[in-house]
T-cell receptor, first 109, second 116 residues
Framework: GQNIDQPTEMTATEGAIVQINCTCQ??????LFWYQQHAGEAPTFLSY????GLEEKGRFSSFLSRSKGYSYLLLKELQMKDSASYLC??????????FGTGTRLTVIP | ETGVTQTPRHLVMGMTNKKSLKCEQH?????MYWYKQSAKKPLELMFV???????ENNSVPSRFSPECPNSSHLFLHLHTLQPEDSALYLC???????????????FGPGTRLTVL
């Protein structure tokens, strides 16, 4: 398999910060993507990392360490609408994505 | 219509039926993908087409047969499916099939398939 691991579920409070971790093997690695998927909807692109470091996009940031095979998605100032599944995906070869099982985030008031 | 559309959104079929799923992208992309999403399992890549040519078949059983008549349309023909094939089938598209840049895949809403 692709050995992509992420926590199954997380809960966080509105207004808080949450970090969702993802670990994956790095052989043949060509970038790491994060997608958001609300129940019954299409996954939507959030962020992409191919080099080590932090990519920031508004309330969302994503970090990658290739040597450790480790990434995280950081969500700040959580809102109720952020309740969704967050999918980590490893790209290999050309443009093939291999996904983790996703982390279901529940934001509570 | 914008983005990636899929029809039907829901489909119930018997094991002896033949049906087809349709995907259309309005983004001017040249690569299209089929994925399967089963409960509590990762999104699984099934097929990839780049400029109408199939470039990837991820060991998918022959009861699933893809067709890509042009860069905007992708079909998945289904026949003699099994109950374990019940899942959400997602289509995606991207600029093309190269990985040298952020070649984001944009997903359609999926077809929820139930095989009885």
């Amino acid at each position: 398999g692709q050995n992509i691991d992420q926590p199954t579920e997380m809960t966080a409070t509105e207004g808080a910060i949450v970090q969702i971790n993802c670990t994956c093997q790095t052989s043949g690695f060509n970038g790491l993507f994060w997608y958001q998927q609300h129940a019954g909807e299409a996954p939507t692109f959030l962020s992409y990392n191919v080099l080590d470091g932090l990519e920031e996009k508004g309330r969302f940031s994503s970090f990658l360490s290739r040597s450790k095979g480790y990434s995280y998605l950081l969500l700040k100032e959580l809102q109720m609408k952020d309740s969704a599944s967050y999918l980590c995906a490893r790209r290999t070869g050309a443009n093939n994505l291999f996904f983790g099982t996703g982390t279901r985030l529940t934001v509570i008031p | 219509e914008t983005g990636v559309t899929q029809t039907p959104r829901h489909l119930v079929m018997g094991m002896t039926n033949k049906k087809s799923l349709k995907c259309e992208q309005h983004l001017g992309h040249n690569a299209m993908y089929w994925y399967k999403q089963s409960a509590k399992k990762p999104l699984e890549l099934m097929f990839v087409y780049n400029f109408k040519e199939q470039t990837e078949n991820n060991s998918v059983p022959s009861r699933f047969s893809p067709e890509c008549p042009n860069s905007s349309h992708l079909f998945l023909h289904l026949h003699t499916l099994q109950p374990e094939d019940s899942a959400l089938y997602l289509c995606a598209s991207s600029q093309d099939w190269t990985g040298g840049f952020v070649n984001t895949q944009y997903f359609g809403p999926g077809t929820r398939l139930t095989v009885l």
